[in-house]
């Protein structure tokens, strides 16, 4: 009994590990960033999750996916009429993940110049349903509880190139 309650106790401070998150959780605004959505776990009743989708804010200017072995990928984009200006909305993983795995899906990103939260929305699909991770967090309400969060980056302000080049062995200013 007693070891269970410890284990508990250990566990209980990491309810994200349940969620789809990012993983890093934080990049530099205006940067070009490699971001990894996180599944913990699969579905409910151990169901696989047999897809992930990512909604792409408006404020990315570009997103690419990385290939998956064993997964095939879908790019959502833009109707724009110029090929150069239609912009990634949503990517889409499609193949297996047991209930007893976890794993990451990484995009590369053009992330906005504006520090701030970006929120994507992601839909984990399983064998017997979906799994849509895509409540914010009112601002108003910061203790509030959520069920299923959508999956947030933190964009921390950019560097200024002096502060780039202070760091650089040999570089004056």
């Known amino acids: 009994m007693r070891k269970?309650?410890?284990?508990?106790?250990?566990l209980?401070?990491?309810?994200?590990?349940?969620h789809v998150v990012a993983a890093s959780g934080e990049a530099k605004a205006g940067s070009y960033s490699a971001i990894a959505f996180r599944v913990g776990h699969a579905c409910a009743a151990g169901d696989a999750t047999l897809g992930l989708r990512i909604e792409i804010p408006d404020a990315v200017a570009s997103a690419r996916p990385q290939p998956k072995p064993g997964w095939t990928v879908a790019v959502d984009k833009t109707d724009d009429a110029d090929p150069a200006k239609r912009r990634t909305t949503a990517v889409t993983w499609t193949g297996r993940l047991t209930d007893d795995q976890f794993?990451?899906?990484t995009l590369l990103?053009?992330?906005?110049?504006?520090?701030?939260?970006?929120?994507?929305?992601?839909?984990?699909?399983?064998?017997?349903?979906?799994?849509?991770w895509t409540e914010v967090r009112d601002p108003q309400r910061p203790g509030e509880k959520l069920t299923r969060p959508a999956p947030v980056v933190r964009l921390t302000p950019a560097t200024t190139s002096a502060d780039t080049m202070a760091g650089m062995p040999g570089m004056k200013h």
């Open 103 to 105: 794993d990451d899906f």
């Open 4 to 10: 269970a309650l410890l284990i508990a106790a250990l």
């Open 109 to 132: 990103m053009k992330l906005p110049a504006q520090a701030g939260d970006l929120v994507f929305p992601a839909i984990q699909t399983c064998e017997h349903g979906e799994s849509q």
């Open 12 to 18: 209980a401070p990491f309810p994200a590990a349940a």
